[in-house]
């Protein structure tokens, strides 16, 4: 918290630009690189090309090959790549350039990136940073759209932190950059294009904290990456009829803001989970564990979940049927709101 305050007062006068998402990243990106030559940014066609959604664009040209560059396409080797140059002191930040071609490299991140520091009583330290481009909505084929969140979040040693705007992307991206911890930075592929003035400052919020997007006092609506914009469509239409819903975006899904959760339930007295994920074993349970822990003299509803279904993660067209829909939120609404 100490070097956050520090950085914040050490920094010139902010400016606002309106920036896409994806634009935001890369800002955010070729900060971190300027500001310290230990960070390398790596993976599948990150260079040359820029990304495959162009997130790293121009940014070998600006660094060199030697910081900015392309891998072959074997997400355990890049992983693996990661840990050791973590050992030797570098501060790698891979990016996997899909979320379902991250179980190939499971074993690296499981047993090598998020143990190494603990196995080690703290002689290595894995500062990594894995950008990994999340969750679905834009209608790809199988393995390009998945939600490994409860997952990543089950791991002990790793942190999990998923932005849902341009100005949230910027800011999460230099605390897990400059984080001494490993971290998984979910990208939400449907919201690159998202377009929103950012503030180019320093972060201020500590890791692991939540923030309100929408204030609200008949129920709260928790929810993270993509969904968090879905939420906010569903508080909107709510209004309309003297609904009045917050909006809790989570941000960091480990570690998970259990205060500001708590605070913002304890408020409404009610709670509504949404993410993409399959419901079963889904972080929405864990959440929903949280708020009945914390709230439950509080509660005057059960907590309520929206989520994806038990299936596998469907492609294209099958896509907008899986996904939470506004319809379905609201319906969950209504549910918590007639007990």
């Known amino acids: 918290m100490t070097e956050l305050i ?18 935001a990243i890369n800002r955010a990106l070729r900060t971190l690189l300027a500001e310290d030559p230990r960070i390398l940014l790596f ?25 900015v560059f392309d891998t072959p396409l074997a997400e355990s080797a890049i992983m693996g790549m990661a840990v050791g140059l973590a050992m030797n002191g570098w501060r790698p930040v891979p990016e996997l350039q899909f979320d379902g071609f991250a179980y190939p490299a499971i074993d690296q991140i499981v047993n090598q990136v998020a143990r190494m520091n603990y196995r080690t009583r703290g002689a290595a330290p894995m500062p990594i940073t894995l950008r990994l481009p999340s ?14 969140e409860a997952l990543f979040a089950h791991t002990p040693g790793l942190k999990v932190v998923a932005p849902s705007d341009p100005g949230e992307a910027y800011s999460l991206l230099l605390q897990a950059v400059r984080s001494d911890d490993p971290v998984v930075y979910m990208e939400p592929k ?5 377009r929103r003035p950012v503030r180019l400052s320093e972060p201020t919020d500590p890791i692991g904290t939540s923030r309100v997007v929408r204030p609200g006092r008949h129920a709260t609506l928790v929810a993270w990456g993509a969904m968090v914009h879905r939420c906010l469509q569903v508080a909107e239409l709510a209004a309309e009829d003297g609904v009045e819903l917050e909006v809790l975006d989570l941000r960091w899904l480990k570690p998970i803001d259990a205060a500001g959760l708590a605070a913002s339930v304890a408020r409404t007295k009610r709670a509504v989970v949404v993410h993409e994920a399959p419901l079963t074993a889904g972080l929405g349970a864990e959440v929903s564990s949280l708020i009945t822990e914390q709230c439950f003299r509080d509660l005057a509803a059960p907590v309520q979940r929206v989520t994806g279904f038990d299936v596998p993660y469907p ?14 939120v609201l319906f969950a609404v209504q549910r918590t709101l007639e007990y």
């Open 315 to 328: 492609a294209g067209p099958l896509e907008h049927q899986y996904l939470p829909t506004i319809d379905r």
């Open 190 to 194: 449907a919201r690159y294009w998202d």
């Open 43 to 67: 993976g599948e066609d990150v260079g040359t090309l820029g990304g495959v959604f162009r997130v790293s664009d121009g940014l070998q040209k600006e660094f060199g090959e030697q910081r």
């Open 135 to 148: 969750f679905g909505g834009i209608q790809a084929p199988e393995h390009h759209g998945e939600s490994l």
């Open 6 to 23: 520090e950085r914040a007062e050490a920094a010139p006068e902010t400016e606002t630009v309106e920036l896409s998402m994806q634009q």
